[in-house]
């Protein structure tokens, strides 16, 4: 296990940007946030506020947050068929159409597809899947889980042990042993003086091997990773990151899998993250906006080499033994197979393509307010880091808890963004369109400036 030095520098950065800057107490002593209803990127309050969610929820309201077309869908199916599993060679049609489809669409082949109800548990999925695969390969021992620090992959034991956040780890007595992180690769905070992306990736990909190299190769069976990190921080892969990071993973035959929990569908201006990276995944998970968020859904891809794995531990121990009760339901595979078409009817991808980059010009144009050192994203992501010396990128004092006031504020401005420690993620609808981006960065400025202000009196 990695554990940081309480007092490294990357323990200290770290701190910085997951510090509690909510906490149960406050929530209990201030109350919810009420959501009452919802239309297009916009939600309502039981007070009647209105708030643009520049957030999509939890980066997964694709197609905003009220859809006549999807309802129609869920009701008609629980009327026809309300329930099914896929266990003991049973299916559904939605199941097996959405999962042909999804195999049509995959970035590199896939061979088979598994349905659950969350990331988490598709990213579990994968992890289980790795260590069969390679007790089936005979190399039982090769089971360590690579992830990097800051990186997310739900909330279960073993997806929070494959991520990267301590807070979600500490009391939890978590991460599970065996679960090892690597460096992450945010270029603007951690890059040292001179070093430019292309020599920072090489600096990170060189500690992926150092790190497998002192666990030994023969005990490290798989890589995780977002292609953009979401929960981490809005943390856009620099330069030649991926190729050099891929090419260490092939040298010691690991098996990769790639999180597309928050990148697929469209979110980075290709259907998959993996698409704009140029990364070759063994198993992909994917949620979210699979069902643009309206249903609890999640599918796993896994290539021939994996599937091949499953077989042959059947023909060994008669089972493949693993499943969940919702799994493929056939209210959610309904949904999700609708949302994908939704998704080619209105040329989603196209409209990522052409308000991505209006997204990130905007979001660039708030560069210039004094507390904002970096923005940076890719396609219908983009992110802010608020620092206290944009010479120095000297971190805010956790203490003062500015990205929680910057929240709060922004709320008052009817503005709903994610906000990590003190750096602010956008991960809108992905039918937003350019005049609600302008209206997002209205807001948000808006809600800067009251801060600034705050932080001088
Ligand atoms: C990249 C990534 N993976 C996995 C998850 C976990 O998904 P869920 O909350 O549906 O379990 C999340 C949630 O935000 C995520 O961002």
């Known amino acids: 296990m990695t554990y940081l030095a309480p007092n490294s520098v990357q323990a200290r950065d770290i701190a910085a940007i997951v510090h509690p800057q909510t906490n149960l107490l406050r929530h209990m002593e201030e109350g919810p946030l009420v959501i009452g209803a919802g239309d297009g990127c916009f939600v309502t309050d039981d007070s009647g506020k209105r708030y643009l969610d520049a957030a999509a929820g939890l980066w997964c309201a694709s197609l905003g947050y009220a859809?006549?077309?999807?309802?129609?869908?869920?009701?008609?199916?629980?009327?026809?068929?309300?329930?099914?599993?896929?266990?003991?060679?049973?299916?559904?049609?939605?199941?097996?159409?959405?999962?042909?489809?999804?195999?049509?669409?995959?970035?590199?082949?896939?061979?088979?597809?598994?349905?659950?109800?969350?990331g988490s548990e598709a990213n579990d999925t994968a992890l289980k899947l790795v260590w069969y695969y390679h007790a089936a390969i005979g190399k039982p021992e090769k089971r360590k889980i690579i992830g990097r620090h800051m990186g997310y992959h739900g909330s279960t034991s073993a997806s929070i042990s494959a991520s990267g956040k301590p807070d979600m780890h500490?009391?939890?007595?978590?991460?599970?042993?065996?679960?090892?992180?690597?460096?992450?690769?945010?270029?603007?905070?951690?890059?040292?003086?001179?070093?430019?992306?292309?020599?920072?990736?090489?600096?990170?990909?060189?500690?992926?091997?150092?790190?497998?190299?002192?666990?030994?190769?023969?005990?490290?069976?798989?890589?995780?990773?977002?292609?953009?990190?979401?929960?981490?921080?809005?943390?856009?892969?620099?330069?030649?990151?991926?190729?050099?990071?891929?090419?260490?993973?092939?040298?010691?035959?690991?098996?990769?899998?790639?999180?597309?929990?928050?990148?697929?569908?469209?979110?980075?201006?290709?259907?998959?993250?993996?698409?704009?990276?140029?990364?070759?995944?063994?198993?992909?998970?994917?949620?979210?906006?699979?069902?643009?968020?309206?249903?609890?859904?999640?599918?796993?891809?896994i290539n021939q080499r994996v599937f091949d794995s499953m077989l042959d531990e059947s023909r060994k121990l008669g089972n493949f033994a693993h499943g969940f009760t919702y799994a493929g339901h056939p209210v959610t595979t309904a949904v999700a197979m609708e949302t994908l078409r939704i998704y080619d009817e209105m040329d989603m991808l196209g409209h990522v393509r052409r308000v991505g980059p209006y997204l990130q010009q905007a979001a660039a144009s708030l560069a210039d307010h004094p507390l904002v050192g970096d923005v940076r994203g890719v396609g219908l992501i983009a992110a802010l880091e608020m620092v206290a010396d944009k010479d120095t990128r000297a971190p805010f004092d956790p203490g003062l808890k500015l990205g929680a006031t910057v929240d709060r504020l922004a709320r008052e401005h009817g503005l709903i963004a994610r906000f990590i420690g003190d750096r602010i993620a956008f991960s809108p609808p992905l039918i937003i369109t350019e005049a609600e981006i302008d209206e997002v960065m209205t807001r948000l400025r808006h809600a800067l400036d009251d801060a600034w202000k705050e932080l001088r009196d």
């Open 170 to 301: 500490t009391d939890f007595g978590l991460p599970f042993p065996g679960f090892l992180h690597t460096e992450f690769p945010h270029y603007y905070r951690r890059h040292e003086a001179g070093e430019s992306e292309e020599m920072f990736s090489t600096r990170m990909a060189e500690a992926l091997e150092q790190l497998i190299l002192r666990e030994g190769p023969e005990t490290c069976g798989a890589f995780i990773a977002e292609p953009v990190m979401g929960a981490g921080g809005g943390i856009v892969p620099p330069r030649t990151y991926w190729d050099k990071m891929q090419a260490v993973i092939r040298k010691y035959d690991m098996l990769f899998i790639v999180d597309e929990v928050i990148c697929g569908f469209g979110r980075t201006g290709n259907m998959w993250g993996s698409q704009t990276y140029d990364l070759k995944p063994d198993m992909i998970s994917s949620a979210k906006a699979l069902s643009a968020g309206m249903q609890p859904i999640s599918a796993l891809l």
């Open 67 to 118: 859809s006549e077309r999807l309802a129609r869908v869920a009701y008609d199916q629980m009327r026809k068929l309300g329930y099914y599993h896929l266990y003991r060679g049973t299916t559904q049609e939605h199941a097996v159409d959405l999962a042909e489809r999804l195999l049509s669409i995959a970035p590199v082949p896939m061979s088979k597809v598994l349905f659950q109800c969350s």
